[in-house]
């Protein structure tokens, strides 16, 4: 099993970029898909992207569509978010989580295997 650990979190202005990264130890890292996902304080958790096991497919959800760019390394085991144009509301810990499933179906699973988190941020 995997074992992600994000980084790069941290307080950023409204209107810049940030890019948050997940390092995974444990099995091959190419055998999963990988996403992100965040929950901001007093709201539910909410789906950000997810990226297929080659890196060459990728979804997103509303709030990050257009903004937010996954990628992911499959040589160095990472996969990162990076974020533009930040706002206020984009204020969350920010989780990357790791599926043995499709990266379409990562969303919907109750079987993904979490990191601890990354705090974003935004000030106005």
């Known amino acids: 099993q995997v074992r992600p650990v994000e980084s790069g979190g941290g307080l950023v202005q409204s209107g810049g970029s940030l890019r948050v990264s997940c390092t995974t130890s444990?099995?091959?890292?190419?055998?999963?898909?990988m996403g992100w996902f965040r929950q901001a304080p007093g709201k539910e958790r909410e789906f950000v992207a997810s990226?297929?096991?080659?890196?060459?497919?990728?979804e997103y959800g509303d709030s990050a569509k257009d903004r937010f760019t996954i990628s992911r390394d499959n040589v160095n085991n990472a996969v990162y978010l990076q974020m533009n144009n930040l706002n206020p509301e984009d204020t969350a810990v920010y989780f990357c989580v790791a599926s043995a499933a499709s990266f379409y179906s990562l969303r919907f699973r109750n079987d993904n295997i979490w990191g601890q988190g990354t705090q974003v941020t935004v000030s106005s």
């Open positions: 444990g099995r091959t890292f190419s055998d999963y898909a």
């Open positions: 990226i297929s096991r080659s890196g060459r497919n990728t």
